[in-house]
């Protein structure tokens, strides 16, 4: 009950957070909709996002001939509820919340960011002062001598990819580990650990690009103590109900956004270089696969810790059972 009122609650600020601006709820269906509303996690500050993602959304809107306004929240359960009361109609998410908006919000993936590589992935790191002597073999420890910061509950680097990757494996439940744990967005992690008031904290390489371009002088203070396997990067999710002549439009915008020749490509290049973006690749839900993996891992994991035989014989078969779907997926269709 208490859950379901904070949720609420949450999609209430982010409807009020709209109306606050002018900007009434769009509909999707029947007639064209006289505006969409596109959802942006501003765990940076709004203020270093929207000159990021302004001139790609104005781009947009001329394109498929609607207006696109941008949407800023600092944390994923927000950007989820506004999505699941169709206040916003598609948007920018990491791999965890894209999961969690097809699950609850209507949502689906049409698309991958890529790097200015090429790559589609990225990893979720712990960082540390550098000079601190604070190492990985002293994190696991877990003599509850150090301050550990977290991320949101629901990032994938911030959270779910250290507890899948390094805690849970080896048994270790923070709060029994550390002195204290604090929960806060990658741009406060670093600040923490740079500045000495925290010891380690989770963040990720793309959060550790943008803190560089920004304060070079404070991650010189920072360094990587842990690395995690290649995690899914973040995708485009649209709501289901969005008119499927519209939603294509939405799908080829990115698809293309920068593969082109000639001055109005090297400016889309230009913003996706802001961005620390290469570009976007096709996807679809199936490219959240490997989330699917690490969550029915935690959720065996915790099952274990419960001794709650019947609830093992669950999360042992509903873990083999989407590995199996993942598995099968993959051999499919190699490159999506």
């Not at 929240?73 to 791999?95: H, K, P």
Request: proline letters at 6%.
């Amino acid at each position: 009950m208490i859950r379901r009122r904070v949720l609420a609650g949450l999609a209430l600020a982010a409807m009020t957070t709209l109306s606050a601006c002018g900007e009434q709820p769009s509909q999707t269906t029947g007639a064209k909709p006289k505006e969409l509303v596109f959802s942006i996690l501003s765990a940076e500050n709004q203020a270093s996002m929207g000159p990021l993602w302004e001139p790609l959304l104005q781009e947009l809107s001329g394109q498929i001939g609607i207006p696109v306004k941008p949407f800023y929240a600092t944390n994923y359960t927000s950007l989820i509820e506004a999505m699941r009361f169709n206040q916003v109609q598609m948007g920018w998410f990491s791999a965890q919340p894209a999961l969690e908006a097809t699950r609850r919000a209507e949502g689906e993936v049409l698309g991958r960011v890529m790097d200015a590589s090429g790559q589609d992935s990225y990893t979720s790191v712990l960082i540390a002062k550098k000079g601190s002597g604070v190492t990985l073999d002293k994190v696991l420890k877990c003599d509850r001598s150090l301050n550990f910061g977290m991320g949101d509950a629901k990032s994938t680097s911030g959270t779910l990819a250290p507890m899948a990757y390094l805690f849970t494996p080896r048994n270790i439940e923070p709060a029994k580990c550390f002195k204290a744990v604090r929960s806060a967005n990658h741009q406060s992690n670093v600040l923490s650990v740079g500045r000495g008031l925290l010891d380690v904290a989770t963040n990720n390489s793309v959060g550790l690009l943008f803190a560089q371009r920004q304060n070079p002088e404070l991650m010189n203070q920072v360094e990587v103590i842990w690395s995690s396997p290649p995690l899914p990067e973040s995708s485009i999710v649209v709501r289901k109900d969005v008119d499927p002549a519209l939603k294509e439009k939405i799908r080829q915008f990115f698809l293309t956004y920068g593969t082109g020749t000639g001055p109005q490509a090297d400016k889309q290049r230009e913003v996706l270089k802001g961005l620390a973006y290469g570009g976007f690749k096709p996807a679809d839900n199936s490219y959240l696969d490997p989330v699917r993996e690490m969550e029915a891992g935690e959720a065996l994991a915790t099952a274990r810790r419960s001794g709650d035989q019947a609830r093992i014989q669950k999360a042992e078969a509903e873990f083999r059972q989407i590995q199996a779907a993942a598995a099968q997926k993959r051999a499919a269709n190699p490159d999506v």
